[in-house]
């Protein structure tokens, strides 16, 4: 059924594909069909043309001819001419009237032929004329026919070319579609496995938290009610050694830490307002990016200062939380600050976030020299900023190295000695006095810049008023730090001291000593509460001594009790063992009673045989009687005494017959085979809950181990599901694009057709006028 499915689908896009490109098709056949129309039409022309010029050609032979015929005539008038002049020079005596008619004559005929003459000369002229424009035209038309064939050539290659490509393009984004598709549908179906892997892990999770949380509640409810904190190793830990309160030094680091926050806040504005004006004039100079693009490396620079609020803002938020986690109900100590490792991590980042911009900053001084304005004394001054930037770098490094230190007495348990912490703070005040000065020293070497551009031909206002913001933001950056630093140094003694401490001691604040004091604290707040209210009578301590002896010597008996109940309880478990013994010998009595009873039945029986048999066998039967009495009784004289018999289950005494030797072997045996099965049952009792609890074990750190491993799987496959839609976007957007991009080039294409079609059309128009013009010509010469 997939197959059915997947071949509908690919069939319909292979419809739709053909439909597009038989479309496609169409309108290059018409634009083909419309080209070789053009074509005919410009070879007709060219034989019309030829027809006119055979014509022309024909007309000139006729002209050539009629001049021909004008020239022989010419010469017969001039030799009737020269004939008339020497038949005038003949008559000349016989009179003046025919002379003079013969003259008149002659002027008449050299007008008409000198007219005849121009007459001819101007036709010769026009026809040469006539036959250049002609040829010339001739020869444009040709060319510019030569020329459009080429173009349409050439946009027939581009059509087939851009066609393919189209067609190329779109079967390799169907591919990558149908790809992607399946990638997405797999990527779904997994992602649905590992979330419903994760939720039985969580469940998991949660059950084992829940019983993990009540046997802590169960063990801390057992160690509070009976095991009394009372340490003798370590006695940092009891509570005579714990330190009082100090609500001034409270109040103190408070106060401080308000003004340290309102310095911190000051530094930040300065910092977010140099790295944006810093942004703002990478923009403007050397290049300004409204003109013209700016170089790559500057482009970076100025993406990484655009990001300068995401590194700068945290601090302000990071110390406004150590601000407020020092209360007056709280211990200010460096072992208990925690916020000072959130603190310590964000100047971190900042101090690598500067350290990314340095060689983009140092890069930018140097494009800044290499302008052809720039003269030797902005070179020099240029170079002094990029050793005032590595030097600002140096210092946030520095301070950040001393705030980490700071953090360690709150992450590692051995603390950090009091005089480390006294150098620490000494060198960390230092440090802030030196980014005081460097900052100081890069806002003068800035100043004295700005004053060397306002000389600069190409200034611009706009570069004047960043540069005037920027002064004024290093201007605040260096009061700030001022202001950091000499808070720092005067209150260094403050910072140093230790304001907490146990008695009798030199060691550091742990954390447990501090939770140990709060409750002290609240304990003593209570305390004295209750002493406003009436209270019953406190006990004495020589009376709290003695309740303290008595509650020791009861928790000694306590523990005899426990000794003498477990040995009672062993006593008890002997008894029971020794009561199924003799259970056992009861029921074995018992079945020597039964015995006995059918022995003296028998003995009976034989005894009342014996009298029915009659009174002369009375005496025999007596005597065999006694001695059959006596034979009895003989085994029983010569019995042994009762035995005892010791094993590994206990004690039996034992009267040993002849009938039961073997009795006492058995029941031994029984009551052995008895005990050692139970003692089997029992041992692989053990081992089962033994193998089930470590089965449960092993099964549970697998659960949290697959749990994580689900967790950071989902994470990914997240991650891969937001590629994938990022990427299938992409697609999708390049898909419109290239769309856009074949449509624009077809209606460009059908733009330049119609065009072509017009110029066409005015060469068709040319070429009539011309023929119009021709034929007008022709006809005037004929008429002449």
């Known amino acids: 059924m997939a197959n059915v499915t997947d071949l509908q689908t690919k069939y319909s896009r292979l419809a739709q594909e053909y439909s597009k490109l038989r479309a496609q098709n169409q309108v290059l056949k018409k634009a083909v069909v419309d080209e070789q129309a053009n074509s005919a039409s410009l070879k007709d022309q060219l034989k019309q043309r030829d027809q006119s010029l055979r014509k022309q050609e024909q007309e000139m032979d006729s002209l050539s001819f009629r001049n021909q015929q004008l020239a022989k005539r010419v010469e017969l008038l001039q ?12 008559g000349k005596n016989k009179g003046d009237s025919p002379s003079n008619h013969g003259i008149r004559t002659q002027n008449v005929f050299d007008e008409d032929l000198q007219k005849k003459i121009e007459e001819n000369e101007r036709l010769h002229i026009q026809f040469y004329e006539a036959d250049e424009q002609h040829k010339r035209q001739e020869a444009e038309m040709r060319a510019r026919l030569e020329k459009l064939e ?11 070319g851009l066609t393919t490509k189209y067609t190329e393009t779109i079967e390799r984004l169907q591919s990558d579609k149908a790809r992607l598709e399946v990638k997405t549908q797999t990527l779904e179906r997994e992602g649905k496995d590992c979330r419903l892997r994760a939720e039985e892990c969580q469940q998991q999770l949660r059950r084992c938290q829940t019983e993990l949380n009540r046997q802590l509640k169960q063990s801390s409810s057992v160690i509070q009610e009976k095991v009394p904190f009372n340490d003798t190793k370590f006695s940092d830990y009891n509570n005579l050694n714990v330190p009082a309160h100090n609500r001034r030094h409270q109040i103190k680091a408070r106060d401080l830490a308000g003004q340290a926050l309102s310095f911190i806040q000051d530094l930040v504005a300065g910092l977010l307002n140099f790295h944006s004006y810093t942004e703002q004039r990478v923009h403007i ?36 939380q150590l601000h407020q986690s020092i209360t007056e109900d709280t211990v200010t100590v460096l072992e208990t600050v925690d916020k000072l490792k959130n603190f310590s991590d964000i100047f971190s980042t900042y101090t690598h976030f500067l350290q990314k911009l340095l060689p983009y900053q140092l890069k930018s001084l140097e494009e800044e020299c290499q302008t052809p304005l720039c003269t030797a004394a902005l070179t020099v001054k240029n170079q002094e900023l990029q050793n005032d930037v590595n030097k600002v770098t140096m210092v946030f490094d520095k301070l950040q190295n001393y705030v980490t230190l700071l953090t360690l007495p709150s992450v590692r348990q051995d603390g950090m000695p009091q005089t480390s912490t006294t150098a620490v703070f000494t060198q960390l005040a230092a440090c ?3 980014l005081h000065d460097v900052i100081k020293e890069m806002s003068k070497h800035y100043n004295q810049k700005a004053s060397l551009e306002q000389e600069l031909p190409t200034a611009t206002q706009k570069l004047f008023t960043t540069t005037e913001c920027l002064l004024g933001s290093l201007g605040s950056l260096t009061n700030s730090t001022g202001k950091l630093a000499t808070f720092f140094s005067n209150n260094l003694d403050f910072f140093t001291s230790s304001g907490y401490g146990p008695r009798g001691n030199t060691t550091a604040l742990n954390p447990l000593q501090a939770e140990i004091m709060l409750s002290n604290k609240k304990k003593a707040a209570a305390y004295m509460h209750a002493l406003k209210k009436p209270r019953p009578q406190s006990v004495p301590y020589r009376e709290a001594l003695s309740n303290r002896r008595i509650l020791t010597s009861s928790t000694e008996s306590r523990e005899g009790l426990t000794q003498q109940v477990q040995q009672s309880q062993e006593k008890i478990a002997r008894l029971e063992q020794e009561k199924e013994h003799w259970l056992l010998e009861a029921q074995l009595g018992k079945v020597r009673l039964e015995k006995e009873n059918q022995r003296i039945s028998d003995l009976e029986a034989q005894l009342t045989m014996a009298l029915g048999a009659g009174q002369n066998s009375q005496t025999t039967a007596v005597s065999s009687l006694t001695q059959n009495h006596e034979e009895v009784e003989t085994p029983l004289k010569t019995a042994p005494k009762e035995t005892m018999c010791t094993s590994l289950v206990g004690m039996l005494c034992t009267v040993p017959i002849a009938e ?20 089997g049952e029992l041992t692989t009792q053990l081992q089962v809950s033994d193998s089930k609890a470590v089965h449960f074990h092993s099964e549970c750190r697998a659960l949290a181990k697959r749990l994580a491993i689900a967790e950071k799987s989902r994470e990914t496959v997240v991650e891969e599901m937001k590629r994938a839609s990022q990427n299938i976007t992409h697609l999708q957007d390049e898909l419109s694009t290239t769309k856009r991009s074949y449509e624009d080039q077809l209606s460009m294409m059908s733009d330049h ?29 004929k008429g002449r």
Do not use: W
């Open 79 to 90: 030799d009737e001419l020269a004939a008339s002049e020497s038949k005038g020079k003949r």
């Open 150 to 160: 080429q173009d349409s050539q050439h946009q027939q290659a581009v059509v087939d």
């Open 285 to 320: 100079y050397p290049l300004d990016s409204s003109i013209e693009s700016i170089s790559p490396l500057n482009q970076k620079f100025s993406h990484y200062l655009h990001e300068n609020a995401l590194y700068v803002r945290p601090l302000e938020e990071s110390f406004l």
């Open 432 to 434: 802030l006095h030196s």
């Open 660 to 679: 039961h030797v073997g009795d006492e072997e058995s029941r031994e045996q029984l009551i052995k085979t008895h005990y050692m099965t139970r003692v």
């Open 753 to 781: 057709l119609c065009s072509m079609n017009e110029t066409l059309s005015k060469q068709r128009e040319e070429i009539d006028t011309l023929k119009l013009g021709s034929k007008a010509n022709s006809k005037k010469n």
